[in-house]
């Protein structure tokens, strides 16, 4: 089944603990984005790749890091969460630059 | 003021009714359009898209774009309690960064 799979879908953690979320898509797409989701504000992008090794800041991207060293994975990086990182994730990844878009399920993060 | 606007709702309609949902943005270099649907507790799927002013059908649903007035629209026809949903507008540049509105929570009730 075509998909793209994020990890933990739920965690809570402290400030300043590092937390990695993984994001893994079975479609052999090139394009891959992260994005958080906020009440009243949306989906917001926070970085994006355009294909292994090829990354791009996308709205949000401070206190964000990520990284694309094999096609089918983007992790994010939180190297010291903070509060205003509480929201829910998603991952995302699409065929090419004019193709649907496929999320994934969602990681809901709490930082204390 | 916000790159996009989106009414947030929520808004609640009987089960049969035409549904409008709009979204106006502010840079007028945008020159692709989207619409996705997000259930609760899942993550947003693409309804529609479209590269041009006016409009798209897709069964129930129909897509309009004014790039005159940088104003879009989701119509859906007949309604069903199956359409409860959040809708998100989303629009793009160049295909890259996407920039979403806050999305309208819609409840169809039998």
């Known amino acids: 089944e075509a998909q793209v799979t994020q990890n933990p879908r739920y965690l809570i953690t402290v400030t300043g603990k590092k937390l990695t979320v993984t994001c893994s898509q079975n479609?052999?797409?090139?394009?891959m984005s992260w994005y958080r989701q906020d009440p009243g504000l949306g989906l917001r992008q926070i970085y994006y790749?355009?294909?292994?090794?090829?990354?791009d800041k996308g709205d949000v991207p401070e206190g964000y890091k990520v990284s694309r060293k094999e096609k089918r994975n983007f992790p994010l990086i939180l190297e010291s969460p903070s509060p205003n990182q509480t929201s829910l994730y998603f991952c995302?990844?699409?065929?090419?630059?004019?193709?649907?878009?496929?999320f994934g399920p969602g990681t809901r993060l709490t930082v204390l | 003021q916000k790159e996009v606007e989106q009414d947030p709702g929520p808004l609640s309609v009987p089960e049969g009714a035409i549904v409008s949902l709009n979204c106006t943005y502010s840079n007028s270099a945008f020159q692709y359009f989207m619409w996705y649907r997000q259930y609760s507790r899942k993550g947003p799927e693409l309804l529609m898209y479209t590269y041009s002013s006016g409009n798209k059908e897709d069964g129930r649903f129909t897509a309009q774009v004014d790039k005159s007035s940088k104003y879009i629209s989701l119509f859906i026809r007949d309604s069903q309690p199956s359409d409860s949903a959040t809708y998100l507008c989303a629009m793009s540049v160049y295909g890259q960064n996407f920039v979403f509105g806050p999305g309208t929570r819609l409840s169809v009730l039998p």
């Open positions: 995302a990844s699409r065929g090419g630059i004019f193709h649907e878009q496929f």
């Open positions: 479609m052999n797409h090139e394009y």
């Open positions: 790749s355009m294909n292994v090794e090829v990354t």
